[in-house]
């Protein structure tokens, strides 16, 4: 099935790697109400005069601010497009501009296809008819550069492992599939509880070939590693050795970092962004706990946390961070006998370091790029696209609500439509199709008919 | 002269003389033989997964399938109960005499002006690119025409095979229609040529049934046709039973002497319906394979024999049946055979089923590709309403995937390049939960008023239902009580919902909700056994249902962005060469069949709409 021409796209408009600012934009029906929704006030941007600047404040679901950004919007028809059109100035860097985008896709929008902005526009009369032959041109030219582009992604055994994992799915809706269709045939079908396992592997697999993808976008763009942890537990000083030299303010008094502080780092060819945070307790202190919310949506975001402990007392991370990112218990203060006596008693640390003298500071970077590349081949050249990390997110979602449907012991139509929705997210990295894969597949495997 | 004249007295063939008159066209069916309209050929059953949907369908645009079914059958039977409604799908052993008896007898009572010629079509003619008139075998003269609907079926250059032997015929004892596949080469068509088979019927005196598992009719009443209230025959079993390894010792000992084996059939035949002996050479590892006994009728003195479709010599065919359980005396009535015949590969055709090639000319059933006597009879329908809705000048009728398993068919013949019979399959169909055997009506309702093809008192009663159906959603929407009222209530009893919320568990039933609640809930509403079934789906599959309806929306404009056939695609640089020869040589109607056909990139399409714009200054939204 292709993409409609009707509906509303968005896309990173500014070349990849990291410059000043960057710019997302979003065309279509619905773009303004999309656009607006990603701002902390839709009403407002909505009442927006076209072709005007405007700054505005972008938010993530849970109202996190993404960034502040200038706004511009066009109405339709007036418009590069022909279409609304919204486009927000970012500050550069791959993370924000990806965040953005990823937020305007979540509201509704679809990826854009190559070419897709300059299509409307002619399509919408925008351009004269003697430029059609220079807009089949450019469509063709992104085309070239994006597949050549999907066989980067795809070297190093990374397409095998997506067709393999194509291939499993295929066979999984056809049993099912199978059953549906072929009644009469006696045919020795796979049990509720094989089929749930046959799904949940996959689902596993998937999971992993997601963390490889992910390491090739550590590489580019660069890992998020926060230091977190209670108050004074050493944090802006293990910052500063790590950064190697007075970066975040440090103090005796606990709460000192009320706002985040980042540092880029190149740690054996690995970009890190290092992230300093204000310490997470209660607080009745209304700066320190605006600090708080922004430390915990920050950990959310990040790649890795290291969740620094000291004595006396070490505190637990937060419980809304277990489904988050991996998280590296380091107990600091190494150094003194407390706290050489804290890393005995405790279990499940990682590491026991101090950030005073340096002990253990260099394992702890290994410890975290081995952590993030885990799985990682460095043979493989991985190039990201965030299209192609939405769409595996997509078919791993649909298989997690198949394994729902499957637990509860829904009908199998619905399986089927799980399994469908999962292989057809997976068959536009690949672009194959499946529709009569499946017919074919059942046919040279299964005694059906009568 | 006749708006419209089928040729071709088979499933398709009566549905399209039916259609057509029901449109209004002047209408004529010309057939081999009279009395021997709507045959059975194969098996003595309608419907099936998917098949028994189409019927549904049928019933709703007006058919006599649905009717002449249930007028017919000796045993009823819903699939797939346990697997969700959308794939429930209704199948009936019918009496197969009995079937062509009733379709008879609803042509003679409802189509009295249908003419019914009896001769043989041995050309089409044309003028200028368009049908004017069929010349027969019988008469002097043509028969004019505004336009032809072919459903010839096996007919054209038929061969059967039943070992070694072969001879020219459409059906067993039938002549094969020669003339006509010449006619079609002449007017440029290329032909396909394609294999189907039947197994043996038995001489039921000769079997030991009471050695065989007997599968009798269910208790539950429901019905294929809209119209049907009552169960218009007695119910008869059907025997099951297992080939085993002696008999496919047989099989293997003598594969040589099948035509599908030794080289004498070159075609094709449908992968889904393998003879008993590719089943046995393709899964070795497989001891015994299922077959049924099915009657042929009542009182009839044969049993055909389903699962064991074979063209190996006659000895063979008795040989390893007599090895089987029950059948050690057995004598075949008939042997099994297979036949190969002419076909007209689907691309050449529009969505009205016309070709692109002969403006008039439509196609449908076997000579279109198809395989099975519910896609043949949705196809006749289709063309059958087409062509007279043509001659009238009327809006044509287009059904969509999204809307039924006739909309997947037609989509499909269009777009696939089909290298055998094609079957429908519910996994076909994309929209499959929207596409019930419960919702026909709903679905095709306001088309099948539309085109003429039902009257407005049904349609009427439709759309009260349906409103029906939505009164009692929005009502189970807006009520609202604690949970303990409607079931246990899990951690939070107290907790106040809204009633279509508790129903997507499956324990709250709308019955239950009714026996519970009483008038508060019933007040000003009735609740038939047809709406209470909607309601319960609609409100339980709330939201897999609107997934699909929104994914449909999103789609819809690309049906609507039409492709004139003359477009040249060579003019258009930036193709792959694939998605060119494709383009070029399938003539997509729509930017949406476009964009179906297997080759063409999403960026082909998008280089094809910047085209369409280009020569058609804007017309192409």
Not at chain 1, 217 to 233: F, T, Y
Not at chain 2, 177 to 184: C, G, T, V
Not at chain 2, 441 to 454: C, D, N, Q, T, V
Request: charged share 25%; proline share 5%.
């Amino acid at each position: 099935m292709i993409d409609s021409v009707e509906d509303t796209i968005a896309a990173v408009a500014t070349p990849e790697g990291n410059s000043a600012l960057g710019v997302v934009r979003v065309t279509g029906p619905r773009a303004i109400d999309i656009a607006g929704r990603a701002t902390d006030n839709p009403h407002r941007f909505c009442s927006f005069n076209a072709r005007e600047a405007n700054l505005v404040r972008l938010v993530d679901e849970q109202g996190h601010v993404l960034d502040q950004a200038v706004a511009l919007l066009w109405r339709a028809p007036a418009s590069y497009t022909g279409e609304d059109l919204v486009e927000f100035s970012c500050h550069g860097g791959r993370a924000v501009l990806r965040s953005v985008y990823d937020r305007l896709v979540d509201l509704g929008a679809r990826p854009a296809g190559p070419g897709e902005f300059t299509q409307r526009a002619f399509l919408n009369g925008k351009m004269s008819l003697d430029e059609a032959e220079a807009v089949a041109a450019l469509i063709e030219a992104r085309t070239t550069t994006a597949v050549r582009a999907a066989a980067r992604m795809m070297q190093g055994g990374m397409r095998a492992r997506v067709e393999e994992l194509q291939q499993r799915l295929l066979d999984l809706l056809a049993r099912v599939e199978l059953s549906l269709d072929f009644v009469e045939e006696e045919l020795e079908l796979e049990t509720a509880e094989v089929t749930i396992n046959r799904t949940r592997s996959l689902h596993d697999d998937l999971t992993q070939l997601r963390q490889q993808f992910k390491a090739g976008r550590l590489l580019r763009e660069g890992a998020r590693i926060v230091i977190a942890g209670a108050p004074n537990a050493g944090k802006s000083t293990l910052l500063n050795r790590l950064a190697g030299h007075e970066r975040a303010l440090v103090s005796e008094t606990p709460g000192t970092t009320r706002d985040y502080l980042d540092v880029v780092l190149d740690w054996n060819g690995l970009p890190v962004h290092l992230y300093d945070t204000a310490g997470l307790r209660e607080s009745a202190d209304m700066i320190e706990r605006a600090g708080t919310d922004r430390t915990n949506a920050l950990m959310k975001e990040a790649d890795l946390v290291i969740w620094l402990v000291a004595p006396p007392e070490p505190s637990l991370p937060p419980s809304s961070l277990s489904a988050g990112p991996p998280l590296l218990r380091v107990v600091n203060k190494y150094d003194l006998s407390p706290g050489q006596e804290l890393a005995d008693r405790l279990e499940d640390v990682d590491l026991a370091i101090s950030a005073t003298t340096g002990e253990g500071v260099e394992s702890l970077q290994h410890l975290v790029s081995d952590r993030l590349l885990e799985g990682y081949n460095p043979d493989s050249v991985i190039l990201w696209e965030s299209r192609h990390d939405r769409l595996l997110s997509d078919t791993s979602a649909a298989l997690e609500r198949a394994i729902t449907v499957l637990e509860t012991g829904s009908a199998l139509e619905l399986i089927a439509v799980e399994l469908r929705t999962a292989l057809d997210t997976l068959g536009q990295i690949t672009g194959r199709s499946h529709s009569e894969e499946l017919l074919h597949h059942i046919f040279a495997n299964f005694c059906i008919g009568k | 002269m006749y708006d419209v004249v089928i040729i071709g007295g088979g499933h398709a063939g009566v549905e399209a003389a039916a259609a057509a008159v029901r449109v209004g066209a002047h209408t004529a069916l010309l057939t081999l033989q009279k009395n021997a309209l709507a045959r059975l050929s194969c098996n003595p059953a309608m419907g099936g997964t998917a098949k028994g949907q189409l019927i549904k369908e049928i019933d709703a645009l007006g058919g006599l399938m649905g009717r002449a079914t249930d007028l017919s059958a000796i045993q009823y039977r819903m699939l797939n109960r346990s697997k969700g409604p959308a794939v429930w799908s209704p199948r009936a052993q019918v009496d197969r005499d009995g079937y062509t008896d009733a379709i008879e007898r609803l042509i003679a009572a409802r189509y009295p002006e249908l003419d019914i010629l009896e001769d043989e079509a041995v050309a089409i003619l044309t003028r200028d690119g368009r049908v004017t008139a069929v010349q027969t075998a019988g008469r002097s003269t043509p028969v004019l025409t505004r336009s032809v609907i072919l459903c010839s079926g096996t007919f054209l250059r038929g061969l059967i095979h039943v070992g070694e032997r072969q001879h020219q015929a459409g059906r067993y004892h039938e002549n094969a229609s020669n003339a006509l596949s010449d006619s079609l080469k002449h007017m440029g068509f290329p032909l396909l040529r394609f294999k189907t088979g039947t197994p043996p019927r038995v001489v039921k005196s000769t079997i030991d049934l009471e050695r065989l598992e007997r599968q009798d009719s269910e208790a539950d009443l429901w019905f294929f046709s809209h119209e049907t209230t009552r169960r218009h025959r007695e119910q008869h079993p059907c025997w099951r039973l297992h080939t085993n390894e002696k008999a496919h010792g047989f099989i293997r000992a003598r594969i040589d002497e099948s035509p599908m084996y030794n080289g004498t059939i070159q075609s094709v035949g449908p992968r889904y319906c393998p003879s008993i002996e590719d089943k046995v050479m393709r899964f070795p590892d497989r001891p015994a394979h299922p077959l049924i006994f099915e009657p042929e009728g009542v009182g009839h003195p044969w049993l055909y024999l389903n699962g064991f479709s074979s063209s190996m010599p006659v000895e063979v065919q008795l040989q390893a049946l007599r090895s089987l359980p029950g059948c050690g005396e057995a004598e075949i009535g008939r042997p099994g055979y297979a036949v190969e015949y002419d076909v007209v590969p689907p691309r050449e055709l529009r969505r009205t089923l016309e070709t692109k090639r002969i403006g008039g000319l439509y196609l449908a059933g076997q000579i279109a590709g198809t395989s099975g006597y519910e896609e043949a009879g949705i196809q006749g329908l289709i063309a059958g309403a087409n062509a007279a809705l043509q001659v009238l000048k009327r809006e044509p009728l287009h059904l969509d995937r999204s809307e039924s398993y006739g909309g997947v068919l037609v989509d499909d013949l269009v777009t696939l390049d089909i290298d055998e019979p094609y079957r429908m399959f519910t996994s076909r169909a994309e929209y499959r939960l929207l596409l019930r055997q419960d919702n026909a009506e709903a679905r095709l309702g306001e088309k099948a008023f539309s085109a003429g093809l039902i009257s407005s008192e049904r349609y009427e009663a439709i759309r009260r239902r349906s409103d029906r159906v939505q009164r009692w959603i929005d009502r189970l929407k807006t009520v609202r009580v604690p949970r303990r009222e409607v079931y246990d209530g899990g951690k939070d009893p107290a907790r106040v919902e809204s009633l279509d919320h508790m129903m997507k568990r499956p324990e709250v039933t709308l019955q239950r909700l009714v026996d519970l609640l009483g008038s508060d809930l019933t007040e000003g509403l009735s609740l038939e056994p047809a709406v209470r079934k909607a309601v319960e789906i609609e409100v339980t599959y709330e939201g897999y249902l609107e997934r699909q309806r929104r994914e449909i929306e999103r789609v819809k404009g690309q049906e609507k962005r039409r492709i004139p056939l003359e477009f040249d695609y060579d003019s258009v640089p930036g193709f792959s060469a694939e998605a060119r020869e494709k383009l070029k040589r399938h003539k997509p109607e729509s930017f949406g069949q476009a964009s179906r056909l297997a080759g063409v990139t999403p960026s082909d399409l998008a280089i094809l709409l910047v085209f369409l714009k280009k020569t058609s200054g804007g017309a192409a939204a």
